[in-house]
């Protein structure tokens, strides 16, 4: 296939010359960011690779060996349902949006664009990993990610350069430009600056800040703009997958952990070669805490308008009975005075909370699977979730201390617990003292149990990435 082959789509892009000119403005831009920031080696290896092909539920079942560059980023939403109607907030019965009404398109866009940066940031972020993989199962998973992150990122500029114009194709643009961590030119949201350059922060992101990306493009998925929700919601199937990958990835370093805890000199996992259950709980407290960030502030009046305005919904909108939200009221605790009291306030202004409870309900599912992975291991450790409040800097809780149960603490009580809540520069140090590669077929990296099974009709021991032929 040509470097600059024609663009994969279902929106029948053949007969909009305009648009189709403008992402093939777009394309080889794309490419170089890709070359230039994606994932750093194995661009001419051959990755067995799932790609959609179309939106069909067997569209998706395509697996073969591709080179990364040849990846088939296309353009696909969900089918058009032509009769829908708005379902929530004050637009609730109207004609489901296919152009951006005039008077929200400077938040439309900024929803649109903050997703989007999203994307391409989760790429630069995991740009060096394909080094240090502990196998090549999870090596093709990693790509699998980069190549579908850099979909949802062609996704949000269709929208882009469809709906929004000059405007529209500079925001495109400057989403190639902004850099992860780069202090002069950083990603919009802050966990997409932080490093992730170690499996196990590969695996927590997967399993936190991709599962923000879950319940922000599920909510998005109900939009009145039409355009945006079948995009999200296609989205949504690849996302599946990441999360997978991070729950799975987690739960595969604990159950590894407990076994080696069982053999280890004085249960000292360390001394074996293993990552010890307490340094995972400080990488579970360092990125749940940051990726609850995300969902933004507790009372938010940006929430409220996103609502107001029928552009996002809540988790399963669609299922739920009052979709007004206008007479009800959220609680909320609040500190006054070093004290938590508990507040009322509009729901509507509460939707980023009322958004993150179902998030971390669907943590703490998770929890409970690694804690039963550990006990049938013979373990006797178990692992939880920090509170909501710890370690914030964004919201009615930043610019306060608080426990990892949520007490409220002086600043001398967080510094002097810190190193037992968030990983060290001696715990960092020793998690980058395993990442060594192995890239041989059928081998796990000692600190990992295997998979149960492989993936794409492949078992754990297949070739998943094989070099250019010699
Ligand atoms: N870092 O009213 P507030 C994904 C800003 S992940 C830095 O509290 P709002 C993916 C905020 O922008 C999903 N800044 O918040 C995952 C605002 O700025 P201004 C991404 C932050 O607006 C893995 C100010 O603080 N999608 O897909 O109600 C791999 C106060 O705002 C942060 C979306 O986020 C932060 N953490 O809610 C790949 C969906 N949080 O106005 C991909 C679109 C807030 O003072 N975005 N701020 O300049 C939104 O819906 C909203 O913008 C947010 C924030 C939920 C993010
Ligand atoms: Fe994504
Ligand atoms: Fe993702």
Redesign the pocket.
């Known amino acids: 296939m040509s470097r600059f082959s024609s663009i994969p789509n279902n929106v029948d892009l053949e007969s909009d010359k305009r648009l189709q000119r403008a992402l093939e403005q777009w394309q080889p831009d794309f490419l170089s960011w890709w070359t230039e920031m994606g994932p750093d080696g194995f661009q001419q290896h051959d990755v067995w690779l799932r790609t959609a092909i179309s939106v069909e539920p067997n569209g998706w079942a395509h697996y073969d060996y591709v080179k990364m560059p040849d990846y088939r980023w296309g353009i696909f939403l969900v089918p058009q349902d032509k009769d829908r109607k708005i379902h929530f907030g004050d637009n609730i019965g109207r004609p489901a949006w296919n152009e951006v009404p005039g008077e929200l398109r400077g938040t439309l866009r900024?929803?649109?664009v903050?997703?989007a940066d999203?994307?391409p940031?989760?790429v630069e972020q995991q740009r060096a990993l394909g080094h240090t993989a502990p196998s090549l199962y999870d090596m093709r998973n990693l790509f699998q990610v980069n190549v579908e992150?850099g979909r949802?990122l062609w996704a949000m500029v269709h929208l882009l350069h469809q709906y929004f114009g000059r405007d529209g194709r500079e925001e495109a643009e400057e989403l190639l430009q902004r850099r992860s961590g780069n202090p002069d030119k950083p990603r919009?949201?802050?966990?997409?600056n932080e490093r992730t350059d170690d499996w196990l922060s590969f695996f927590m992101?997967?399993m936190f800040?991709?599962r923000?990306?879950k319940?922000?493009?599920a909510?998005?998925a109900q939009s009145g703009f039409d355009p945006l929700a079948r995009a999200t919601q296609f989205m949504l199937t690849e996302?599946a997958f990441?999360l997978f990958v991070g729950e799975t990835g987690i739960e595969r370093v604990v159950r590894r952990s407990a076994q080696l805890e069982k053999s280890a000199p004085a249960g000292d996992v360390r001394k074996v070669g293993g990552i010890d259950l307490p340094t995972i709980q400080k990488y579970i407290n360092f990125w749940f805490s940051s990726s609850v960030?995300?969902?933004?502030?507790e009372v938010?009046?940006?929430?409220a308008e996103?609502f107001a305005t029928s552009l996002?919904g809540r988790y399963r909108e669609d299922q739920k009975s009052d979709n007004l939200a206008l007479d009800a009221a959220y609680d909320i605790d609040v500190l006054e005075a070093g004290r938590l009291v508990r507040q009322q306030v509009p729901l509507r202004n509460a939707?980023?909370e009322v958004?993150r409870d179902e998030y971390v309900a669907d943590c703490e599912r998770a929890v409970r699977r690694w804690n039963k992975a550990i006990a049938e291991e013979g373990g006797t450790f178990e692992l939880r979730l920090p509170h909501r409040r710890f370690n914030r800097s964004?919201?009615i809780y930043s610019g306060h201390r608080f426990d990892v149960d949520g007490n409220p603490i002086s600043d001398e009580q967080f510094e002097a617990g810190r190193d037992g809540w968030l990983p060290s520069e001696a715990d960092r140090e020793h998690v980058r003292s395993l990442m060594t590669p192995v890239h041989e077929p059928g081998k796990y990296a000692n600190w990992i149990a295997p998979p149960n099974k492989g993936v794409g009709g492949q078992g754990v021991d297949f070739e998943y990435v094989r070099g250019p032929a010699a």
């Open positions: 900024r929803i649109i903050t997703q999203t994307e940031a989760s992150e949802h919009i949201l802050r966990t997409f992101f997967t800040t991709d923000d990306g319940y922000q493009l909510a998005l996302e990441h960030e995300l969902f933004g502030g938010s009046s940006n929430a996103y996002k939707m980023n958004l964004m919201g």
